[in-house]
């Protein structure tokens, strides 16, 4: 990443309320509370907002690594303290962008608390049984008051629900599948789960620090990554799609998901660059594109991956940016 991406970032907090009640609704507030507590605890905290905001973050991340949980969650606490240590440590001694430090320390903090699992006897096969039948307790819990709802028997209409038994049968496969896609892909979401945390994180630590440490993160519309992540795109899918790999499609699969994950979001960046350069901006732009995703999800996020693996080819960003291209 060039460091002109990594500029510091315009706005105030209020900008990141939405992005924090994102987090909160899919990720535990801890995974972005820890990454933030450390990186202001090495940028020496001496002002009044900087001295509040470390200890808040400080104990939120604290109280939620001390929760009792399943082995999901205590895989993802050990990760997100081993990705923590990585991070500061590569903040502090490396001038490579923030979205580089943050894929290199998760990825680290993963095969660590890899090998960590299976050192206490354990493996990622528990940790997907864990994770389906926490699923499939909610499936299941949802299904019972469905069925509760129904119609009875009888014929009259007393129940709020208008389901078919065999309707409640078809809503029962879609949450089997469901439930064991969740499973199979827990590394990922796992994975996505801790880079979401160290985005926002470094987002807030850019606006609280007064002298912050390391090449900072810059805006969305700025977010980029090296090309050579192109591969781990390209192997994946060939193991995938090779019938004679068929023992590491699963670890092919999750890393497939990740870099398809980062480069829609390199092509969402894009194209808020494009618009920002068109002059196109403000409330109204977000509902609008908000709007669309919900509509048409799958052709947007589609479109974003395509868009971002357009871009890493050919630097689309750069290109609008020459005089000549202007």
């Not at 200890?55 to 606490?77: K, N, S, T, Y």
């Not at 209409?157 to 064991?180: C, I, K, N, P, S």
């Not at 606006?207 to 805006?219: D, E, F, L, N, T």
């Given at each position: 990443m060039s460091r002109s991406s990594e500029q510091a970032p315009r706005g105030g907090l209020g900008r990141l309320l939405p992005a924090w009640v994102v987090l909160a609704v899919f990720v535990p507030p801890g995974?972005?509370?820890?990454?933030?507590?450390?990186?202001?605890?090495?940028?020496?905290?001496?002002?009044?907002?900087?001295?509040?905001?470390?200890?808040?973050?400080?104990?939120?991340?604290?109280?939620?690594?001390?929760?009792?949980?399943?082995?999901?969650?205590?895989?993802?606490?050990?990760?997100?303290?081993?990705?923590?240590?990585?991070?500061?440590?590569?903040?502090?001694?490396?001038?490579?962008?923030?979205?580089?430090?943050?894929?290199?320390?998760?990825?680290?903090?993963?095969?660590?608390?890899?090998?960590?699992l299976v050192a206490l006897g354990s493996s990622w096969g528990a940790v997907r049984w864990w994770v389906e039948y926490r699923a499939g307790l909610t499936a299941r819990a949802f299904l019972g008051q469905?069925?509760?709802?129904?119609?009875?028997?009888?014929?009259?209409?007393?129940?709020?629900?208008?389901?078919?038994?065999?309707?409640?049968?078809?809503?029962?496969?879609?949450?089997?599948?469901?439930?064991?896609?969740?499973?199979?892909?827990?590394?990922?979401?796992l994975t996505i789960q801790i880079l979401a945390g160290f985005a926002v994180a470094g987002a807030t630590y850019?606006?609280?620090?007064?002298?912050?440490?390391?090449?900072?993160?810059?805006?969305?519309?700025d977010f980029r990554f090296s090309e050579h992540l192109g591969w781990a795109a390209v192997v994946p899918l060939i193991v995938v799609l090779v019938p004679r790999l068929a023992a590491a499609k699963l670890a092919a699969a999750n890393m497939l998901a990740v870099a398809a994950v980062l480069y829609a979001v390199r092509g969402a960046a894009v194209a808020m660059f494009g618009l920002s350069l068109a002059g196109v901006g403000g409330f109204f732009l977000w509902a609008a594109l908000i709007a669309i995703l919900f509509v048409m999800l799958p052709f947007v996020v589609g479109g974003a991956i395509l868009l971002g693996v357009i871009d890493a080819g050919l630097n689309l960003r750069r290109r609008w940016t020459k005089p000549a291209s202007r």
């Open positions: 995974v972005a509370a820890i990454p933030l507590a450390g990186l202001l605890l090495v940028s020496h905290p001496r002002t009044g907002r900087e001295l509040l905001v470390t200890g808040i973050a400080g104990g939120a991340g604290v109280w939620w690594l001390l929760q009792a949980g399943e082995l999901p969650d205590q895989f993802l606490r050990a990760a997100v303290v081993i990705a923590t240590a990585v991070l500061v440590a590569l903040t502090l001694l490396s001038r490579t962008s923030f979205s580089h430090r943050a894929m290199l320390a998760t990825a680290a903090a993963l095969a660590a608390a890899s090998l960590l469905a069925a509760a709802m129904m119609p009875p028997a009888d014929g009259s209409h007393r129940g709020l629900l208008q389901l078919t038994g065999a309707q409640l049968a078809d809503l029962e496969t879609w949450f089997d599948t469901v439930t064991g896609t969740l499973g199979t892909f827990a590394p990922s979401l850019r606006r609280i620090a007064a002298s912050p440490v390391g090449v900072v993160p810059g805006r969305f519309r």
